[in-house]
């Protein structure tokens, strides 16, 4: 069975992670897709949140599951037995960025392989940041999440 890892922050899970995702699950036998707490992002949704959503958007892939780790992210993946780290890249800048923790990922890990996925064009401009920032300002976020990501976020920045 090839597993493969999708990492991330996930606050919110944009459809952008999510075809990342989908592609992914045609790819390997199994996809994990671990959340980490990365507190330097000042995440909006707790972990279990975020594995909540990542739950509902993806119910309708039966080789997906949803997991969070903590520490590095090759000691989870060799924990796991998973044979590669699964990355979607949207433009240059995430290019530089991953292709760097790749390398240094390679050299703690020699049996983990590092997958990169182009996102699909409408997803190149998407980000987590910039969906909270629209939805926190009232704008119109259809387009960038799914329908259960939306009523979480506007659970959130409702106003009491």
Request: neutral net charge; aromatic residues 8%.
């Amino acid at each position: 069975m090839r597993l493969a890892i999708y990492p991330g922050t996930f606050d919110p899970i944009t459809n952008g992670h999510l075809d990342i995702i989908e592609r992914g699950a045609q790819l390997f036998d199994r996809l994990t897709v671990a959340v980490t707490n990365n507190l330097s992002k000042n995440p909006v949704f707790t972990v279990q949140e975020r594995m909540d959503m990542i739950r509902g958007v993806t119910s309708h892939l039966p080789n997906v599951e949803v997991d969070s780790f903590s520490g590095l992210l090759v000691d989870y993946a060799g924990s796991r037995g998973a044979g590669a780290l699964l990355r979607g890249l949207r433009a240059i800048s995430d290019f530089e960025y991953e292709f760097q923790m790749a390398l240094v990922n390679r050299k703690l890990a020699h049996g983990i392989a590092t997958v990169f996925l182009m996102a699909h064009e409408k997803y190149t401009y998407l980000n987590s940041t910039i969906v909270k920032e629209v939805a926190k300002l009232g704008g119109d976020v259809d387009s960038f999440i799914h329908p259960l990501v939306k009523e979480r976020l506007r659970q959130k920045f409702e106003k009491p």
